[in-house]
């Protein structure tokens, strides 16, 4: 089946994606880490599809009857609208679907919001998996994408114009410092000096610093390396705000959505723009959805005790040939790589 001409509610109303979402590593769920693989131009349709069924399901299939599903998303979007400087999908809690008229109701309740567009036309910058690239913008803010990921701004940039951009997947940012002496509150600085990501229902609001942003679909980190960040989350009927100072790392996440913070070593978070993956007693899950994340694998554990193994050390982290058998050596397993799958089982297997 062709899938490249799926919309969001395509995606939302497919029960082997929905299937994909409850469990990734189902047999649906392999199918389509492996199809995201191969289509990385589908990333920001299928990441706002993933946490649509992610916040509605919580985990369970829903199948959407074909009569209502085109009239019920309609009816869904008209009714829970709302302005485009909001959001895309932030969620106060986790609720099962209820199919037919209900499922307006439903979404009410728990929240639906929409990502800010850009106005005008857009140009897309895009890194290829296991790869990084390199990006000076207008203004001069330099951003370093990781594998995987996106980065959308608007395609002509003026001395006036807003600062903005949009991202999914993995970024460093250095923001060139625009504002005058004088301006040191971010919320108050003019549109065109401050520097705005939008990225997993965040706005993440500076004047010129240096930051990581990791947006996936199911979650989302802010780490500051140096300045000042401003954290806006749009709930349904209220906003959260957080000022960041260096050394904080910022998260939100489908499970949790309210902004949790806490005190990190930045470098550990910006190493792999140096080629290197610092772990400081991670945990071999965090280390697979890593490598789902920027190299587009389709990572299997034959046993589930190598997921609860912790790993602290420096691997590298451009250069999977080397990566993957320092890993295995790390953790004492064998490792196999055959095609865009990669396997961790014991070594007595």
Same mark, same amino acid.
């Given at each position: 089946m062709d899938f490249t001409n799926y919309s969001v509610d395509d995606f939302v109303a497919d029960e082997s994606f929905q299937a994909f979402v409850a469990d990734a590593d189902s047999?649906?769920?392999?199918? !389509?880490?492996? !199809?995201?693989? %191969?289509?990385?131009?589908?990333?920001?349709?299928?990441?706002?599809?993933?946490?649509?069924?992610? #916040?509605?399901g919580a985990g369970?299939?829903?199948? $959407?009857?074909?009569?209502?599903?085109?009239?019920?998303?309609?009816?869904?979007?008209?009714?829970?609208?709302t302005s485009r400087t909001q959001p895309w999908l932030s969620w106060q809690r986790r609720t099962r679907l209820l199919v037919?008229?209900? $499922?307006?109701? @439903?979404l009410a309740a728990v929240g639906w919001w929409q990502w800010p567009t850009a106005t005008?036309?857009?140009?897309?910058?895009?890194?290829?998996?296991?790869?990084?690239?390199?990006?000076?913008?207008?203004?001069?803010?330099?951003?370093?994408?990781?594998?995987?990921?996106?980065?959308?701004?608007?395609?002509?940039?003026?001395?006036?114009s807003s600062r903005? $951009? !949009?991202?999914?997947? %993995?970024?460093?940012?250095?923001?060139?410092?625009?504002?005058?002496?004088?301006?040191?509150?971010?919320?108050?600085?003019?549109?065109?000096?401050?520097? @705005?990501?939008?990225? #997993?229902?965040?706005?993440?609001?500076?004047?010129?610093?240096q930051f990581n942003v990791n947006s996936q679909p199911t979650t989302t980190k802010v780490v500051l390396s140096s300045g000042k960040v401003a954290v806006d989350r749009h709930a349904w009927f209220s906003t959260e705000n957080l000022l960041m100072q260096p050394g904080d790392l910022v998260e939100t996440s489908a499970a949790a959505p309210h902004l949790a913070r806490r005190r990190v070593q930045p470098?550990?978070?910006?190493? !792999?723009?140096? #080629? %290197?993956?610092?772990l400081q007693q991670t945990s071999v899950r965090a280390i697979v959805q890593l490598l789902r994340d920027a190299y587009g694998w389709q990572v299997e554990a034959t046993d589930s005790a190598i997921l609860h193994q912790t790993l602290s050390g420096i691997l590298p982290a451009n250069a999977p040939d080397l990566l993957l058998p320092a890993l295995a050596k790390s953790l004492g397993v064998r490792v196999t790589h055959t095609g865009n799958v990669v396997r961790l089982q014991p070594l007595a297997q």
């Open positions: 047999a649906a769920g392999r199918f !389509w880490q492996a !199809w995201l693989a %191969e289509h990385p131009t589908h990333k920001i349709t299928t990441d706002q599809a993933y946490a649509l069924v992610q #916040g509605l369970q299939l829903y199948p $959407v009857p074909a009569a209502l599903k085109q009239q019920e998303l309609l009816r869904l979007r008209q009714a829970l609208h037919g008229t209900s $499922v307006v109701a @439903v005008g036309p857009t140009t897309q910058y895009a890194a290829g998996p296991g790869q990084q690239r390199t990006l000076t913008l207008p203004d001069g803010s330099v951003v370093v994408l990781n594998g995987n990921a996106t980065l959308t701004t608007a395609a002509r940039w003026t001395a006036n903005e $951009v !949009w991202l999914t997947g %993995e970024a460093y940012f250095r923001v060139a410092h625009l504002a005058a002496p004088a301006v040191r509150d971010i919320a108050a600085a003019p549109a065109n000096a401050k520097f @705005v990501v939008h990225a #997993g229902g965040l706005d993440i609001a500076v004047l010129g610093t470098a550990l978070y910006s190493a !792999w723009t140096q #080629g %290197e993956l610092r």
